[in-house]
């Protein structure tokens, strides 16, 4: 399913913030990418949505070369890669409806695949009470329980989920990673970037460590959240 070969990343300041990287995940995979901060973790997130690419080395999706997608082709990678982040990026002027659909809106999708995926979504994350609520009258859980709907309403083959439970409570953020592991077992790759050790030693799920941009630990079958 993802394929990275021999990828480094050279941010035009010169900054090394990938060296070398070779990861293989399978379909249906869950991956925890863990690390402190500045190991590079979200640079390798985003390479496999193609909002980087590498200087050097290859980035395969499905067997496809991410860096060499014509730029017209390169929202129809990213309807296959849900993406969730640490600070939920909800449009406050939208309702939680509203910001679910908004992901299909940017893809063309038309009112009655909205009015039927919209509501899938929201029962998948247990908000289907919730979708006439702005995100200002929800708490920080169900903000991101928001997003992973809105990431994952294309059905999308790969979830990336950047430090999710960055801005959340120690028992929210284990209902949030429960949630994520679910939908892994649905058949969905997911990669979830963090460095919440308790998270990770909780789930036992395969881990790969990184350290100054480079992986020093690729632990399968819950290997846990140790020190390289």
Known sequence: MIHIEGVTVVYP?????????????ERGEFVFIVGASGSGKSTMLRLIYRELVPTEGRVLISGQDVAGLPRNLVPTLRRNVGVIFQDFRLLPDKNVWENVAFALDVVGASRREKYRKVPLALELVGLSEKEQSFPHQLSGGEQQRVSIARALVNNPAILIADEPTGNLDPDISWEIVQLLANIGERGTTVLCATHDRVIVDGLRKRVVSLVGGTIVRDARGGGGYDEP
């Open 13 to 25: 300041d010169g900054t090394r913030a990938l060296s070398g990287i070779d990861l293989h995940v």
